[in-house]
């Protein structure tokens, strides 16, 4: 059933009740979330496929690499991802490229 890792709102209605978004989010958590996208054309689809693959690089990737490397390691092997030589994509009808980044998480200390 949707939505059934998660607690039913009610169960945070007394809590987000005057939160100005907790009507949309009740809504999400209930019916599920839609994310309506307009379809991009052919040429800027290839443009930003040719700008994705021969464009710099986030920083934050090449820094992290190694903890980078080991999540995308786990998606393929839970079967999350599958890895393809890049230079396949121009043969993927409707390719896109979508750079990865890989911030740091900052943490509580004990300074808060």
Known sequence: MFGSEFKHPSYFNELLQDHPNWKKLKDILLKGASFPLSP?????????LHYHFHGEKHQSATKNKQVLDKLIEEDIHQGFALPIPIQLYKHLPNA?????????????????
């Open 40 to 48: 991009i054309s052919n040429e800027d689809r290839l443009n930003d």
């Open 96 to 112: 896109s490229i979508s750079p990865l980044g890989c911030k740091e998480q900052e943490t509580i200390n004990d300074k808060g």
